[in-house]
């Protein structure tokens, strides 16, 4: 199971840590990733870290995001700091490439 959570409202400029529970994935041993899908809007690729912690980001979020894991309690992390209105979606964690299972998203909602 991977389940999101942490998302809100936010003001433009704020700040969210989403966080992401992994029961029966081991992150020690998949490449992560943090996925968003915005209203009306396909999929797209947020950031990813791999088993070695090679982190990427997409450039539309490059500079403003980080993305982490806690290994002991295998959870996924997304720091989204500086955030703008594009940014308002549902975010997933998900492996990369993705399983064709998508678990509980958090929306994310950025707006004065």
């Known amino acids: 199971q991977l389940q999101a959570s942490g998302g809100g409202l936010v003001q433009p400029g704020g700040s969210l840590r989403l966080s992401c529970a992994a029961s029966g994935i081991r992150l020690n041993l998949n490449d992560m990733a943090w996925y968003r899908q915005a209203p009306g809007k396909e999929r797209e690729l947020v950031a990813t870290?791999?088993?070695?912690?090679?982190?990427n980001y997409a450039d539309s979020v490059k500079g403003r995001v980080i993305i982490s894991k806690d290994y002991a309690k295998n959870t996924l992390y997304l720091q989204m700091n500086s955030l703008k209105p594009d940014d308002t979606a549902a975010y997933y964690c998900?492996?990369?490439?993705?399983?064709?299972?998508w678990g509980k998203g958090t929306l994310v909602t950025v707006s004065s």
């Open positions: 998900n492996l990369t490439p993705p399983l064709n299972y």
């Open positions: 870290i791999t088993v070695g912690d090679t982190t």
